[in-house]
């Protein structure tokens, strides 16, 4: 079975950096999309960045020019690398992953494979 491992969050200053971890673990043929949900407590879910089906990459306009979305292919793993970080982007950050697999008979599709959150703080 495929998991999502996620790591990197904290506590860190306005003005500061995090990089976010997303580990997919199992026989992963292709990752078809993959990308970073955030909520706040009392906020709607936003998606924050994103590889679509194609290739491209898509930012929230409240994110774009300060984070960046990538991967590592040959570690299964995909990145967001978040700069001059502010308050209002305090939330739990999740992964998501749409991708093919080896389920230890067949490959076969999966597309709601989340990671378990991480704790992003911005504060002074």
């Known amino acids: 079975q495929v998991q999502l491992v996620e790591s990197g969050g904290g506590l860190v200053q306005p003005g500061g950096s995090l990089r976010l971890s997303c580990a997919a673990s199992?026989?992963?043929?292709?990752?078809?999309?993959a990308g970073w949900y955030r909520q706040a407590p009392g906020k709607q879910r936003e998606l924050v960045a994103a590889?679509?089906?194609?290739?491209?990459?898509n930012y929230a306009p409240s994110v774009e020019g300060r984070f960046t979305i990538s991967r590592d292919n040959a570690k299964n793993t995909v990145y967001l690398q978040m700069n001059s970080l502010k308050p209002e982007d305090t939330a739990i950050y999740y992964c998501?992953?749409?991708?093919?697999?080896?389920?230890?008979?067949?490959?076969?599709?999966?597309?709601?494979?989340w990671g378990q959150g991480t704790q992003v703080t911005v504060s002074s």
């Open positions: 998501y992953a749409d991708l093919t697999y080896y389920n230890g008979a067949l490959y076969v599709r999966g597309n709601d494979f």
């Open positions: 199992g026989d992963i043929l292709s990752v078809i999309a």
């Open positions: 590889f679509t089906s194609g290739g491209r990459t």
